[in-house]
């Protein structure tokens, strides 16, 4: 059973038109993070949370918004995206509990998002 | 800032052959990981190294880890067409920095 669920798969928005991607999670993981992921490049780090307290990356773009309102759950709001901003979105948990069993990080299949 | 580098970024192998990739990161760390990746798919993950001189070993991968030179290596043993994919390390700092980063991946054909 999939553990970490993003929706939607696929999403194409137009131009400027806010757009929102979700993750849901049944591990009850304390970190979740949201990573933006372009053709042939690797996963980039946009921003994370332990807990309700959220790390930023200093480099991601104003235009990206984040929500986590409880455990399980946590949103990706683009406001305003731009071409540039078509890729593959993908949200990861894990324990933060170091030396915990868990260590695992897993990761949603992906929201491939287009904008036109 | 936590830097995780990964070499080689291609690598063209025949089957049956062996070969190593090589992670490097910057500053002490928590967790090590590798993950393979499938074009247009998400990430799977492969291993989770926590401590100084782990090694883990699924079918032809090995992955190691020597936290005082910040390196992990994957090895892989006779590859076969299957094993195909981009393999990506990522480093967690853990300590209540959990900034899970990555590696710029390798991606790896295997030639019958």
């Known amino acids: 059973d999939a553990m970490v669920i993003q929706n939607p798969r696929y999403q194409v928005t137009q131009f400027g038109k806010p757009v929102t991607l979700s993750c849901s999670q049944t591990?009850?993981?304390?970190?979740m993070y949201w990573y933006q992921q372009k053709s042939s490049q690797a996963p980039k780090l946009l921003f994370h949370?332990?807990?309700?307290?959220?790390?930023n990356e200093a480099d991601t773009p104003d235009n990206f918004q984040s929500r986590r309102p409880n455990t399980s759950f946590c949103f990706l709001d683009i406001r305003s995206p731009g071409l540039g901003d078509a890729a593959m979105y993908l949200c990861a948990t894990s324990s933060a509990m170091t030396g915990a069993e868990d260590t695992e990080a897993f990761f949603g299949q992906g929201t491939r998002l287009t904008v036109v | 800032e936590l830097k995780v580098e990964q070499n080689p970024l291609f690598l063209s192998m025949q089957e049956g052959k062996n070969y190593t990739i090589y992670c490097n990161y910057s500053?002490?760390?928590?967790?090590l990981y590798w993950y393979r990746q499938d074009p247009g798919k998400s990430l799977e993950s492969l291993f989770v190294l926590l401590s100084n001189g782990a090694v883990k070993q699924e079918g032809r991968l090995m992955a190691s880890l020597d936290t005082k030179a910040r390196l992990s290596t994957l090895h892989i043993t006779a590859a076969v067409h299957d094993l195909s994919a981009t393999y990506f390390c990522?480093?967690?700092?853990?300590?209540?920095?959990?900034?899970?980063?990555f590696g710029a991946g390798t991606r790896l054909t295997v030639k019958p």
């Open positions: 990522a480093v967690d700092r853990g300590y209540n920095n959990n900034d899970m980063r």
């Open positions: 500053t002490t760390s928590d967790r």
């Open positions: 949370y332990y807990d309700k307290d959220f790390n």
């Open positions: 591990l009850n993981h304390n970190v």
